[in-house]
């Protein structure tokens, strides 16, 4: 599973959480609120290795997953 940073859309913390998929639904772990994916951090695939240059939107790329594989 890639690690993923997001930002609450309630409280603005910013927090890196592992998802299954690009669109899972994440909560801030301090307030509850949604996080939001941001793009501005970098992206980690299950192997632990930086993905490159990913931009995270796995429908333009096949994803993480399968370019560290």
Same mark, same amino acid.
């Given at each position: 599973?890639?690690?993923?940073?997001?930002?609450?859309?309630?409280?603005?913390?910013?927090?890196?959480?592992?998802?299954? /998929?690009?669109?899972?639904?994440?909560? @801030?772990?301090? !307030? =509850? %609120?949604?996080?939001? +994916?941001?793009?501005?951090?970098?992206?980690?695939?299950?192997?632990?290795?930086? /993905?490159?240059?990913?931009?995270?939107? @796995?429908?333009? !790329? =096949? %994803?993480?997953?399968? +370019?560290?594989?």
């Amino acid at each position: 599973m890639p690690v993923y940073e997001y930002q609450c859309e309630k409280c603005g913390r910013k927090f890196d959480e592992f998802v299954r /998929s690009f669109d899972s639904e994440v909560r @801030c772990p301090h !307030c =509850g %609120g949604r996080g939001k +994916r941001s793009y501005s951090g970098k992206m980690y695939s299950s192997t632990g290795k930086a /993905s490159g240059g990913c931009d995270g939107n @796995c429908s333009t !790329c =096949g %994803g993480c997953s399968s +370019r560290n594989a």
